[in-house]
Protein backbone atom coordinates (compact mmCIF):
# COMPACT_ATOMS: atom_id res chain seq x y z
CA UNK A 1 0.00 0.00 0.00
CA UNK A 2 1.06 3.20 -0.51
CA UNK A 3 2.80 5.63 2.08
CA UNK A 4 0.21 8.32 2.21
CA UNK A 5 -2.29 9.74 3.87
CA UNK A 6 -4.53 6.87 5.54
CA UNK A 7 -7.67 6.73 3.90
CA UNK A 8 -10.23 9.49 3.96
CA UNK A 9 -13.98 8.79 5.58
CA UNK A 10 -15.03 6.05 7.90
CA UNK A 11 -17.76 3.43 7.40
CA UNK A 12 -21.20 4.58 8.44
CA UNK A 13 -21.06 1.54 10.87
CA UNK A 14 -17.90 2.36 13.49
CA UNK A 15 -19.05 -0.62 15.53
CA UNK A 16 -18.25 -2.56 13.36
CA UNK A 17 -15.09 -0.90 12.07
CA UNK A 18 -14.14 -1.53 15.73
CA UNK A 19 -14.34 -4.94 16.06
CA UNK A 20 -12.03 -6.71 13.44
CA UNK A 21 -11.84 -10.40 14.85
CA UNK A 22 -8.39 -12.30 15.00
CA UNK A 23 -6.94 -13.43 11.53
CA UNK A 24 -5.35 -12.48 8.12
CA UNK A 25 -7.65 -9.21 7.42
CA UNK A 26 -7.26 -7.77 11.43
CA UNK A 27 -3.35 -8.58 10.37
CA UNK A 28 -3.39 -6.47 7.29
CA UNK A 29 -5.12 -3.80 8.66
CA UNK A 30 -2.97 -3.24 12.33
CA UNK A 31 -0.02 -3.28 9.63
CA UNK A 32 -1.28 -0.74 7.32
CA UNK A 33 -2.52 1.37 10.36
CA UNK A 34 0.97 1.17 12.33
CA UNK A 35 2.77 2.21 8.98
CA UNK A 36 0.24 5.01 8.39
CA UNK A 37 -0.80 3.65 5.26
CA UNK A 38 -3.61 4.29 3.46
CA UNK A 39 -5.78 0.54 3.12
CA UNK A 40 -8.72 -0.38 1.93
CA UNK A 41 -11.64 -0.69 4.33
CA UNK A 42 -13.14 -3.61 2.72
CA UNK A 43 -10.75 -5.32 4.90
CA UNK A 44 -12.77 -3.67 7.83
CA UNK A 45 -16.03 -5.47 6.21
CA UNK A 46 -13.68 -8.85 5.98
CA UNK A 47 -12.50 -8.88 9.29
CA UNK A 48 -15.99 -7.86 11.32
CA UNK A 49 -17.00 -11.55 10.30
CA UNK A 50 -14.30 -13.37 9.41
CA UNK A 51 -15.63 -16.69 10.12
CA UNK A 52 -17.64 -16.65 6.82
CA UNK A 53 -16.10 -14.05 5.19
CA UNK A 54 -13.20 -16.39 4.71
CA UNK A 55 -15.60 -18.33 2.06
CA UNK A 56 -16.62 -15.02 0.45
CA UNK A 57 -13.10 -14.89 -0.71
CA UNK A 58 -12.44 -18.62 -1.79
CA UNK A 59 -15.48 -18.20 -3.71
CA UNK A 60 -14.62 -14.75 -5.28
CA UNK A 61 -11.44 -16.23 -5.86
CA UNK A 62 -12.83 -18.85 -8.07
CA UNK A 63 -15.53 -16.67 -10.12
CA UNK A 64 -12.86 -14.44 -10.89
CA UNK A 65 -9.80 -16.37 -11.27
CA UNK A 66 -10.09 -20.33 -11.94
CA UNK A 67 -9.08 -21.21 -15.01
CA UNK A 68 -11.89 -21.16 -17.76
CA UNK A 69 -13.35 -20.39 -21.37
CA UNK A 70 -13.45 -16.62 -20.12
CA UNK A 71 -10.15 -15.06 -19.66
CA UNK A 72 -10.03 -13.71 -15.90
CA UNK A 73 -9.04 -10.06 -17.56
CA UNK A 74 -12.40 -9.99 -18.97
CA UNK A 75 -13.82 -11.20 -15.93
CA UNK A 76 -12.37 -8.27 -14.31
CA UNK A 77 -13.74 -6.45 -16.76
CA UNK A 78 -17.24 -7.30 -16.35
CA UNK A 79 -16.96 -7.08 -12.50
CA UNK A 80 -15.86 -3.15 -13.52
CA UNK A 81 -18.18 -2.83 -15.61
CA UNK A 82 -21.27 -3.92 -13.24
CA UNK A 83 -19.91 -1.70 -10.77
CA UNK A 84 -19.33 1.42 -13.17
CA UNK A 85 -23.78 0.74 -13.60
CA UNK A 86 -24.36 0.65 -9.90
CA UNK A 87 -22.50 3.26 -9.20
CA UNK A 88 -19.84 1.64 -6.90
CA UNK A 89 -16.76 3.71 -7.23
CA UNK A 90 -14.93 1.99 -5.03
CA UNK A 91 -15.50 -1.55 -7.01
CA UNK A 92 -15.29 0.08 -10.31
CA UNK A 93 -12.09 1.69 -9.67
CA UNK A 94 -10.80 -1.77 -8.20
CA UNK A 95 -11.49 -3.92 -10.67
CA UNK A 96 -10.97 -1.41 -13.76
CA UNK A 97 -7.30 -1.56 -11.88
CA UNK A 98 -7.61 -5.16 -11.74
CA UNK A 99 -8.46 -5.62 -15.66
CA UNK A 100 -5.94 -3.28 -16.79
CA UNK A 101 -3.04 -4.51 -15.25
CA UNK A 102 -4.56 -8.27 -16.62
CA UNK A 103 -5.46 -7.29 -19.99
CA UNK A 104 -2.04 -5.06 -20.22
CA UNK A 105 -4.63 -2.23 -21.32
CA UNK A 106 -5.40 0.57 -19.48
CA UNK A 107 -6.60 2.64 -22.00
CA UNK A 108 -9.03 0.45 -23.29
CA UNK A 109 -10.51 -0.24 -19.70
CA UNK A 110 -11.17 3.10 -19.50
CA UNK A 111 -13.01 3.36 -23.06
CA UNK A 112 -15.01 0.62 -22.34
CA UNK A 113 -16.44 2.34 -18.76
CA UNK A 114 -16.58 5.45 -20.70
CA UNK A 115 -18.82 4.54 -23.97
CA UNK A 116 -19.07 0.70 -24.02
CA UNK A 117 -20.00 1.14 -27.75
CA UNK A 118 -17.55 3.37 -28.81
CA UNK A 119 -14.75 1.47 -27.41
CA UNK A 120 -12.31 -0.83 -29.63
CA UNK A 121 -13.33 -4.21 -27.92
CA UNK A 122 -13.99 -6.69 -29.65
CA UNK A 123 -17.87 -7.36 -30.62
CA UNK A 124 -17.97 -10.74 -29.17
CA UNK A 125 -16.87 -9.29 -25.69
CA UNK A 126 -19.40 -6.61 -26.04
CA UNK A 127 -22.37 -8.81 -26.00
CA UNK A 128 -21.15 -10.14 -23.08
CA UNK A 129 -21.13 -6.58 -21.31
CA UNK A 130 -24.51 -5.43 -22.47
CA UNK A 131 -25.81 -8.86 -21.42
CA UNK A 132 -24.39 -8.59 -17.91
CA UNK A 133 -25.78 -5.09 -17.73
CA UNK A 134 -29.33 -5.90 -19.14
CA UNK A 135 -29.75 -8.25 -15.91
CA UNK A 136 -28.15 -5.55 -13.46
CA UNK A 137 -30.95 -3.12 -14.06
CA UNK A 138 -33.35 -5.62 -14.36
CA UNK A 139 -32.65 -9.34 -13.60
CA UNK A 140 -36.17 -10.38 -14.28
CA UNK A 141 -36.01 -8.98 -17.63
CA UNK A 142 -34.00 -11.72 -18.85
CA UNK A 143 -35.09 -14.22 -21.41
CA UNK A 144 -33.73 -17.60 -23.12
CA UNK A 145 -32.62 -15.64 -26.08
CA UNK A 146 -30.60 -13.45 -24.41
CA UNK A 147 -28.10 -16.26 -23.52
CA UNK A 148 -28.59 -17.69 -27.10
CA UNK A 149 -27.87 -14.70 -28.67
CA UNK A 150 -24.00 -15.62 -26.48
CA UNK A 151 -24.46 -18.96 -27.63
CA UNK A 152 -24.34 -18.03 -31.23
CA UNK A 153 -21.30 -15.92 -30.74
CA UNK A 154 -19.34 -18.94 -29.37
CA UNK A 155 -19.63 -18.37 -26.42
CA UNK A 156 -19.63 -21.54 -24.44
CA UNK A 157 -21.87 -22.71 -21.62
CA UNK A 158 -18.91 -22.30 -19.14
CA UNK A 159 -18.17 -19.15 -20.59
CA UNK A 160 -22.06 -17.93 -19.80
CA UNK A 161 -22.30 -19.38 -16.60
CA UNK A 162 -18.95 -17.67 -15.14
CA UNK A 163 -20.30 -14.10 -16.76
CA UNK A 164 -23.83 -14.80 -15.04
CA UNK A 165 -21.82 -15.58 -11.29
CA UNK A 166 -19.28 -12.73 -11.98
CA UNK A 167 -22.21 -9.60 -12.63
CA UNK A 168 -24.29 -11.39 -9.96
CA UNK A 169 -21.70 -11.78 -6.91
CA UNK A 170 -20.45 -7.75 -8.05
CA UNK A 171 -24.36 -7.14 -7.77
CA UNK A 172 -23.86 -8.22 -4.10
CA UNK A 173 -20.66 -6.58 -3.75
CA UNK A 174 -21.70 -3.12 -4.29
CA UNK A 175 -24.70 -3.15 -2.36
CA UNK A 176 -22.45 -4.35 0.77
CA UNK A 177 -19.45 -1.95 -0.53
CA UNK A 178 -21.84 1.25 -1.15
CA UNK A 179 -24.29 0.40 1.60
CA UNK A 180 -21.78 0.34 4.44
CA UNK A 181 -19.66 3.82 3.10
CA UNK A 182 -16.40 2.13 2.14
CA UNK A 183 -14.72 4.99 0.26
CA UNK A 184 -12.80 5.46 -2.46
CA UNK A 185 -8.96 5.33 -2.09
CA UNK A 186 -6.56 7.36 -4.01
CA UNK A 187 -5.88 6.68 -7.51
CA UNK A 188 -2.40 5.57 -6.53
CA UNK A 189 -3.60 2.97 -4.13
CA UNK A 190 -6.19 2.11 -6.66
CA UNK A 191 -3.32 0.75 -8.92
CA UNK A 192 -1.44 -0.62 -6.45
CA UNK A 193 -4.24 -2.95 -5.38
CA UNK A 194 -5.02 -3.68 -8.89
CA UNK A 195 -1.73 -4.68 -9.30
CA UNK A 196 -1.96 -6.90 -6.51
CA UNK A 197 -4.86 -8.35 -7.27
CA UNK A 198 -3.95 -9.40 -10.47
CA UNK A 199 -0.77 -11.08 -9.07
CA UNK A 200 -1.63 -12.76 -6.17
CA UNK A 201 -5.85 -12.73 -6.21
CA UNK A 202 -7.98 -12.72 -3.66
CA UNK A 203 -6.78 -15.41 -1.27
CA UNK A 204 -5.65 -13.80 2.42
CA UNK A 205 -5.58 -17.11 4.13
CA UNK B 1 -38.05 -12.27 0.91
CA UNK B 2 -38.77 -8.71 0.99
CA UNK B 3 -36.27 -7.78 -1.87
CA UNK B 4 -36.25 -11.16 -3.34
CA UNK B 5 -40.32 -9.94 -4.32
CA UNK B 6 -38.92 -6.21 -5.29
CA UNK B 7 -36.93 -8.23 -7.46
CA UNK B 8 -39.83 -10.18 -8.83
CA UNK B 9 -37.92 -13.59 -8.44
CA UNK B 10 -40.12 -15.90 -7.19
CA UNK B 11 -38.31 -18.81 -6.18
CA UNK B 12 -36.59 -16.86 -3.42
CA UNK B 13 -39.39 -14.75 -2.73
CA UNK B 14 -41.41 -17.98 -2.25
CA UNK B 15 -38.55 -19.85 -0.34
CA UNK B 16 -37.67 -17.12 1.93
CA UNK B 17 -41.16 -16.24 2.40
CA UNK B 18 -41.92 -19.64 4.22
CA UNK B 19 -38.67 -19.78 6.22
CA UNK B 20 -39.51 -16.46 7.57
CA UNK B 21 -42.52 -18.01 8.45
CA UNK B 22 -41.24 -21.43 9.99
CA UNK B 23 -39.23 -18.99 11.94
CA UNK B 24 -42.09 -16.89 13.51
CA UNK B 25 -44.16 -20.31 14.26
CA UNK B 26 -45.55 -20.46 10.91
CA UNK B 27 -46.96 -16.98 11.00
CA UNK B 28 -47.66 -16.64 6.88
CA UNK B 29 -50.02 -13.58 7.71
CA UNK B 30 -47.24 -11.73 9.21
CA UNK B 31 -44.85 -12.41 6.79
CA UNK B 32 -47.49 -11.48 4.07
CA UNK B 33 -48.63 -8.85 5.11
CA UNK B 34 -44.81 -7.22 5.26
CA UNK B 35 -44.12 -8.32 1.90
CA UNK B 36 -47.56 -6.14 0.91
CA UNK B 37 -46.34 -3.24 2.71
CA UNK B 38 -43.81 -2.89 5.72
CA UNK B 39 -44.67 0.83 6.90
CA UNK B 40 -48.34 -0.97 7.84
CA UNK B 41 -47.71 -4.65 8.96
CA UNK B 42 -47.82 -4.99 12.61
CA UNK B 43 -43.58 -5.14 13.43
CA UNK B 44 -41.27 -2.69 15.59
CA UNK B 45 -39.80 0.70 14.26
CA UNK B 46 -36.40 -1.51 14.77
CA UNK B 47 -37.49 -3.87 12.01
CA UNK B 48 -39.19 -1.15 9.62
CA UNK B 49 -36.20 1.24 9.70
CA UNK B 50 -33.79 -1.78 8.71
CA UNK B 51 -36.39 -3.16 5.90
CA UNK B 52 -36.27 0.33 4.67
CA UNK B 53 -32.47 0.25 4.47
CA UNK B 54 -32.81 -3.05 2.76
CA UNK B 55 -35.29 -1.58 -0.13
CA UNK B 56 -32.55 0.88 -0.49
CA UNK B 57 -29.77 -1.59 -0.46
CA UNK B 58 -31.67 -3.69 -3.29
CA UNK B 59 -31.80 -0.32 -5.64
CA UNK B 60 -28.42 0.18 -5.31
CA UNK B 61 -26.04 0.80 -2.39
CA UNK B 62 -25.77 4.42 -2.88
CA UNK B 63 -29.03 5.17 -1.95
CA UNK B 64 -27.99 4.43 1.76
CA UNK B 65 -27.19 7.63 3.61
CA UNK B 66 -25.59 8.22 6.80
CA UNK B 67 -29.22 9.37 7.99
CA UNK B 68 -30.70 6.05 6.67
CA UNK B 69 -28.36 4.56 9.54
CA UNK B 70 -28.76 6.90 12.75
CA UNK B 71 -32.57 6.64 11.95
CA UNK B 72 -31.95 2.79 12.31
CA UNK B 73 -29.87 3.16 15.68
CA UNK B 74 -32.16 5.81 16.74
CA UNK B 75 -34.78 2.93 16.59
CA UNK B 76 -32.80 0.68 18.46
CA UNK B 77 -30.78 -1.18 15.87
CA UNK B 78 -27.29 -1.73 16.85
CA UNK B 79 -23.96 -1.63 14.02
CA UNK B 80 -24.44 -5.22 13.73
CA UNK B 81 -27.87 -5.51 13.06
CA UNK B 82 -27.53 -2.67 10.42
CA UNK B 83 -24.38 -4.78 8.54
CA UNK B 84 -26.41 -8.04 8.79
CA UNK B 85 -29.54 -6.37 7.21
CA UNK B 86 -26.81 -4.49 4.08
CA UNK B 87 -25.55 -7.77 4.12
CA UNK B 88 -28.25 -9.87 3.31
CA UNK B 89 -30.11 -7.54 1.25
CA UNK B 90 -27.07 -6.94 -0.85
CA UNK B 91 -26.73 -11.00 -1.33
CA UNK B 92 -29.92 -11.44 -2.63
CA UNK B 93 -29.69 -9.04 -5.50
CA UNK B 94 -26.92 -11.69 -5.96
CA UNK B 95 -29.12 -14.42 -5.82
CA UNK B 96 -31.70 -13.12 -7.69
CA UNK B 97 -29.61 -12.25 -10.34
CA UNK B 98 -28.24 -16.36 -9.77
CA UNK B 99 -31.40 -17.72 -10.36
CA UNK B 100 -32.45 -16.18 -12.74
CA UNK B 101 -29.73 -15.47 -14.82
CA UNK B 102 -29.17 -19.37 -15.22
CA UNK B 103 -32.56 -19.37 -15.45
CA UNK B 104 -32.86 -21.96 -13.04
CA UNK B 105 -36.28 -24.39 -12.73
CA UNK B 106 -38.16 -23.57 -9.77
CA UNK B 107 -41.07 -25.16 -8.50
CA UNK B 108 -44.44 -23.95 -8.31
CA UNK B 109 -46.98 -24.12 -5.15
CA UNK B 110 -47.20 -23.46 -1.43
CA UNK B 111 -46.33 -27.19 -0.09
CA UNK B 112 -42.76 -27.44 -2.13
CA UNK B 113 -41.99 -24.16 -0.53
CA UNK B 114 -43.22 -25.28 2.61
CA UNK B 115 -41.26 -27.59 3.01
CA UNK B 116 -37.95 -26.19 1.83
CA UNK B 117 -38.64 -22.94 4.09
CA UNK B 118 -39.15 -25.39 7.69
CA UNK B 119 -35.67 -27.23 6.15
CA UNK B 120 -33.91 -23.79 5.70
CA UNK B 121 -35.37 -22.69 9.44
CA UNK B 122 -34.67 -25.96 10.84
CA UNK B 123 -31.33 -27.01 9.23
CA UNK B 124 -29.84 -23.88 8.05
CA UNK B 125 -27.82 -23.33 4.39
CA UNK B 126 -25.61 -26.08 4.71
CA UNK B 127 -26.48 -29.52 3.68
CA UNK B 128 -26.35 -32.41 5.79
CA UNK B 129 -23.79 -34.72 5.35
CA UNK B 130 -24.24 -37.76 3.08
Avoid at chain 1, 136 to 150: C, E, I, Q, R
Avoid at chain 1, 158 to 184: D, S
Avoid at chain 1, 193 to 200: I, K, M, N, P
Avoid at chain 2, 45 to 67: C, F, M, Y
Wanted: overall charge negative; some cysteine; glycine content about 6%.
Amino acid sequence: MSRRTPSVGALYLPGVEADPKPGAYRALIDTAKSQNDEYSKIWDLFAFQQDFTIHLARFTQGVLRQPTTISPGLRELIAAYTSHQNECGFCTRAHAAAAAELLGDEALVSQVLQDLEQSPLEEKEKLLLRFTAKVTKNPSFLHAGDVTALQSASWDDEAIYYAITTYALFNFYNRWIAGTGVPEMTGQAHREQGRSLAARGYLRE
Amino acid sequence: MSVSSANDCHFCRDSHRAAAAHHLEGDYALVDAVRRDPRTAPISHKLRSLLSIAEKVRQGGKQVTSEDVARARADGATDLEIHDTVLIAAAFCMYNRYVDGLATWTPTGHDAYDLMGQRMAKQGYVPPNP
